[in-house]
């Protein structure tokens, strides 16, 4: 799917016939204190997407300026998220890697005169920073000499002072009607190991700092990001142009993806995941890449779901059937159909031999006669869906009921003669006969049916779990007010484990294979909870929508 023009796309081609750049290089570059989700994927299509449209390049970049929050498994996990997304990063960087330079051009904003060591605390640095109809006040402290500045921010590296008890600020406007110029803070304190810097820094950049540079180190000409950066801009720009970097990159903004009944936020998700409300950051209900890879999403999906959102200084809320949307698309040609009973109840078909066993022909994929055929058993004994038996059924109920006949799906006509019930008078069995006349493919003309249903033949099935899913957040307009959290709209049953019968000729499925279940939708193979004769399949979507693009 082509990614259309957007207004970023304008500015860049402007950019290149304009001469103010003669080179695209993009970067994403996400801070690996969490998954990636589904938003960031927004974010990386963008970034390479539009270098590569350009023949440019895309660095992936750690922003790992905060090891109180990063790990290595973070950034494991991105790396592969990425590449699984479908895109190759030109250069891997960390921007921990650039500590040495960045601390080079704090020492020289101090010898301009533009920055200064601060011993308020946080809360007085807050309270003195005004308000957005207020001036701030001054520090006490903002007057130092440059030597004395030179002198503490060097003690501030050496490790003499505690955590917090100091800070870097930028020297620019207490009364700078943008708040994010009013002396923001670039370095703080902290004796913090880093996963990859270890024990050798005990300060660490402020990400206004730290992210400006980061790009002009690396020759970014464009450097996207989110909506609640656009009022940072000033200060991105003042940053590159006081630490007289080289080049300047240019800071764009686009609108976040936000998607219903979905939570969006690297903190949530966490929160989710450390108190065990979901089985890890890849469990099927979370919109994490690694998540929607184990429901069974695929790349293919995500990318077009993406694109279609669009690009835009705005961030609406896209509605999740439209993701749903895409990933039928997706595997509707290239997954192979098959029957699966979710709640199996027993049918004996009385006038069928006992011991014979027909093989029947099927096709793989009616919308893809390439896909082949397959092979299904039939017997005596079958298993179908629970659902489809009513003993009194209402009207237009055109399955099985006492007397009813209908198709079973590749197979023969059945007509339900007897219902067996145990003691507490649950329906137990169905007892039918089936018509040799009404083969499937036999050509058969001779009287009509409204219903078709799905089974499995009960001495060959597989015994398989399926795991089925609601949302698992239930109000978008989550009242977080009144000692209300997030937390109090999880949906307590977003997630249903049954356990049924699949066709044999899936024995050898593998983890992440794909499937649509007659009726029940398209399914993944599990690949944390499947074993060997086992499968565990999650399904992805069902087969209905009223979702229209
Ligand atoms: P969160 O708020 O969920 O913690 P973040 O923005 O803090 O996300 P980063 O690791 O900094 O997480 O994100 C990396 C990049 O992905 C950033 O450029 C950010 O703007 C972008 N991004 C994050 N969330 C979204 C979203 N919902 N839509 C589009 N881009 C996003
Ligand atoms: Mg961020």
């Known amino acids: 799917m082509e990614q259309s023009s957007n207004f970023i796309r304008t500015i860049i081609k402007q950019d290149l016939e304009s001469g103010k750049r003669d080179h695209v290089i993009t970067r994403f570059p996400p801070e690996p204190n969490g998954y990636l989700h589904i938003g960031h994927a927004k974010s990386i299509v963008i970034n390479f997407g539009l270098a590569d449209d350009f023949g440019g390049k895309t660095n992936l970049r750690f922003d790992d300026t905060n090891p109180l929050k990063e790990d290595q498994e973070y950034v494991d996990s991105i790396k592969e998220d990425v590449a699984w997304l479908g895109y190759e990063w030109d250069e891997l960087r960390y921007a921990s890697n650039y500590f040495d330079e960045m601390y080079k051009r704090a020492v020289l904003l101090i010898q301009k005169g533009l920055a200064y060591v601060d011993e308020l605390t946080a809360d007085e640095i807050r309270e003195y920073r005004g308000t957005l109809t207020e001036a701030g006040k001054e520090s006490p402290y903002r007057h130092r000499t440059k030597e004395e500045n030179l002198d503490l921010f060097e003690r501030m590296k050496n490790g003499e002072f505690t955590d917090g008890s100091k800070v870097l600020r930028a020297k620019i406007d207490m009364a700078s009607p943008n708040l994010n110029l009013r002396d923001p803070v670039l370095y703080r304190v902290s004796h913090t190991s880093h996963h990859n810097t270890g024990d050798t820094w005990c300060i660490y950049p402020m990400y206004d700092f730290a992210h400006p540079l980061e790009d ?264 977080e007010s009144e000692d209300k959290t997030f937390l109090d709209h999880v949906n307590q049953n977003s997630l249903e484990v049954i356990n049924g019968f699949i066709e044999p000729n899936l024995e050898n499925i593998e983890a992440q294979e794909k499937l649509q279940f007659f009726r029940h939708g398209y399914f993944n193979v599990d690949p944390k909870h499947s074993e060997k004769g086992k499968p565990v399949f999650n399904r992805i979507v069902s087969l209905k929508s009223s979702f229209k693009l």
Request: glycine share 6%; charged share 30%.
């Open 216 to 479: 002009a180190i690396e020759g970014v000409t464009h450097s996207l990001c989110t909506t609640e950066f656009e009022d940072h801009r000033p200060l991105y720009d003042w940053v590159v142009r006081e630490c007289e970097m080289d080049m300047q990159p240019q800071q764009i903004e686009f609108g976040r993806l936000n998607i219903t009944n979905t939570v969006m936020s690297k903190r949530k998700l966490k929160q989710l995941v450390d108190e065990n409300h979901v089985d890890g950051w890849d469990d099927p209900r979370l919109p994490t890449i690694s998540g929607m890879r184990r429901r069974g999403f695929t790349a293919e999906a995500i990318r077009d779901f993406v694109k279609e959102t669009g690009v835009s200084k705005g961030s609406g809320t896209v509605d999740s059937a439209m993701l749903d949307h895409f990933v039928r698309e997706d595997l509707k040609l290239k997954a192979p159909r098959t029957m699966g009973v979710l709640r199996p109840l027993k049918l004996v078909i009385t006038n069928y031999p006992e011991d014979q066993v027909e093989w029947l022909d099927a096709e793989v994929n009616p919308e893809n006669p390439d896909m082949g055929m397959r092979k299904i058993p039939f017997s005596r004994e079958i298993y179908i869906e629970q659902e489809d038996f009513m003993e009194d059924p209402p009207k237009k109920y055109f399955r099985l009921f006492p007397g009813n006949e209908v198709r079973l799906k590749h197979a023969y006509f059945v007509k339900c003669e007897n219902v067996i019930k145990d003691e507490d008078g649950n329906v137990v069995e169905i007892h039918c006969t089936y018509d040799p006349e009404t083969k499937s493919g036999s050509g058969f003309t001779g009287r009509k049916v409204k219903g078709t249903i799905h089974w499995v033949d009960a001495a060959n099935a597989i015994p398989a779990e399926f795991r089925l899913y609601e949302p698992l957040i239930l109000d978008d307009e989550a009242d």
